[in-house]
């Protein structure tokens, strides 16, 4: 412990606050937050630390703080830095998953759809629904009981669902608020566990389709019918008070967590997440963060039921959601299931040795073997073409051994001679970096070229003309254009066979970029096969071609859709123009 930092200490401050933790080079690199800082931070320097913690503090050369009038501003404080500044040692939860949510647009002409996240705060969201299928069946279902919208903008004509039955018509008529209301009240109660009215409603359906003798249709419905029954008798299994909760469990080993979670909707187990992470301070702290940061990307259920009084009392400063914990019961016994989940998940993630290695260690081994600093920020570049047609170049940011997508960007190559690889190269490092430099922006640690001794003789190429330095290195391939290795501008070769850590992390950053490399161009090739298309249509404009390639993913798709289904989204005039140059027609 320096003597700067032995002086901030006496000078902390007996209040609730976030503090960053610096490295001599500036560099933030552990952002947290504290009911009392003077007690929170002290600790660091005054006790015994190990693994990830003793790491960081040895690192810390100075630390800053900034007070809040409470916690949850300090928790509101400490998410936005951190999504800011991604410090290394920072628990970044990333909840990928993203399972879909059923969504009810609240706007003048309602309509419901499914949604992978929940931000819109025009919307209702019910869920989320583990199993994906789960949900676009639920979909289909009220889309097929209830009239409300089915296109994504009101046309002027009717369309096939207004003749089907499907949809009130807002296109042709007045819908008024109350129509509105009567609907969604009934979807409203279906998607909260009230499925009476639709039993009924589909039971009656199946009746009169029947007595018409439309067995097809009335098998379809019967199959909805018999999915919602079987939801109820597994809702009776489980937990009978309906209400929706999540159930937080945690174990720890060997100075790592694991945090299991249940999620129960409506009385019923949905679905079981689990997050493990080497321990950064406190472990209570460490906890509360991880519970707090799921919400960041998750709607608060009713309930959240934890393990201890503790991280109860600093959740419900932070969550605006009811906060249990109990010692007998039902959810007690619960709780104790959990928690022997987290300790199987945290058994088996000790077991597979390559799980998630410390990406921080190997990221220090990489830079000692490269004799360069560590390489926190990696950004990676390649190029896709198809014979000089619809060429980009891409590049992919990876941070402490993460991708970061929001870094991740595309290139639209503009010289004449798209086929040429290294010209295309060279265009996109230029306008990567002389940007960089121009807005004064920091530079990566580390760039690695998707290519060899010519990719970087243009990487030097570029640097050396924008009076820049930059650590520069490009990947050496087998026969199979698999990673083997790295090659320096010395060209000096670094091979990684027998660190299977370091090599699995060069594997999968080259798969990635490649992999963005290829989805953009296709992307872009697809989207001029939809262009030429489009040319010579009088009437559709640039707005109305974006509504086309919003719809229709796939020139496939385009091609089989109905004249109808173009009216839907064009005049009549310029969907017939559209459908029948499809066809061939004159």
């Known amino acids: ?113 499914i949604a992978r996240k929940i931000n819109d705060k025009r919307c209702e969201y019910f869920g989320p629904y583990p199993r994906s299928s789960s949900a676009f069946d639920v979909i289909d279902l009220l889309n097929k009981l209830y009239p409300l919208r089915k296109c994504n903008t009101v046309p002027k004509t009717a369309c096939l669902y207004y003749h089907l039955g499907q949809c009130l018509g807002p296109c042709i008529r007045e819908v008024t608020k109350e129509e509105y209301d009567e609907i969604l009240d009934s979807i409203r109660r279906f998607l909260k566990g009230d499925n009476k009215e639709v039993l009924s409603k589909l039971k009656a359906q199946i009746k009169e389709l029947s007595n018409n003798l439309e067995f097809e249709r009335a098998n379809e419905l019967k199959k909805y019918y018999e999915a919602i029954l079987h939801i109820n008798d597994q809702q009776h299994i489980e937990l009978q008070d309906k209400v929706d909760r999540d159930i937080f469990a945690f174990y720890t080993q060997e100075n790592y967590c694991s945090l299991s979670l249940f999620i129960y909707r409506k009385g019923e187990l949905i679905g079981k997440r689990n997050f493990t992470y080497e321990i950064i301070g406190d472990l209570n702290e460490f906890i509360v963060n991880l519970i707090s940061q799921y919400y960041e990307y998750n709607l608060l259920p009713k309930e959240i039921v934890v393990g201890t009084e503790e991280i109860k009392e600093r959740l419900e400063s932070l969550l605006d959601a009811k906060i249990v914990t109990t010692t007998r019961g039902k959810l007690f016994d619960l709780i104790g299931v959990v928690q022997e989940n987290a300790k199987d998940d945290l058994k088996e993630h000790f077991v597979s040795a390559r799980l998630d290695d410390d990406k921080l260690e190997v990221l220090e081994r990489l830079g000692e073997i490269l004799h360069i600093p560590t390489p926190y920020n990696i950004e990676l570049f390649d190029n896709s073409h198809l014979q000089g047609t619809n060429a980009i170049g891409a590049m ?191």
């Not at 990830?52 to 100075?62: C, I, P, R, Y």
């Open 1 to 113: 412990m320096n003597e700067r930092i032995k002086n901030d200490i006496n000078l902390l401050p007996d209040k609730p606050g976030v503090y960053q933790m610096f490295d001599k080079d500036g560099t933030i690199i552990y952002v947290g937050k504290a009911k009392n800082l003077k007690n929170r931070v002290s600790q660091y320097f005054l006790n015994a630390q190990v693994g990830k913690t003793f790491a960081m503090v040895s690192h810390v050369d100075h630390f800053q703080i900034i007070i809040t009038n409470n916690e949850k501003e300090a928790f509101l404080l400490e998410m936005n830095l951190i999504q800011k500044y991604m410090p290394r040692y920072n628990i970044l939860l990333k909840d990928d998953k993203h399972y879909p949510y059923i969504a009810i647009h609240n706007v003048k002409h309602p309509y419901i759809s």
């Open 396 to 586: 992919v940011n990876f941070i402490n051994g993460e991708p970061n997508k929001r870094g991740y960007r595309t290139y639209n190559i503009m010289s004449e001679n798209k086929k040429d690889d290294l010209s295309s190269m060279e265009e996109v490092l230029t306008r990567r970096y002389s940007r960089l430099r121009d807005e004064g922006q920091k530079f990566p640690d580390l760039v690695i070229l998707d290519g060899g001794e010519n990719q970087l003789n243009i990487g030097k190429k570029v640097f050396n003309q924008l009076n820049i330095s930059i650590n520069l290195v490009g990947l050496v391939k087998s026969d199979k254009h698999k990673t083997n290795g790295l090659l320096d501008v010395n060209g000096n070769e670094f091979y990684f066979e027998d660190d299977k850590p370091l090599f699995y992390m060069l594997t999968r950053m080259q798969d990635e970029v490649h992999r963005f490399a290829i989805k953009t161009h296709i992307k872009k090739r697809s989207k001029s096969v939809f262009v030429s298309i489009f040319d010579g249509i009088e009437g559709l404009g640039p707005k109305k071609r974006e509504l086309l390639l919003k719809r229709f993913n796939t020139i496939e798709e385009l091609s089989n859709a109905s004249l109808e289904e173009f009216e839907q989204i064009l005049p009549k005039n310029i969907a017939l123009q559209l459908y029948n140059k499809l066809r061939g027609i004159e």
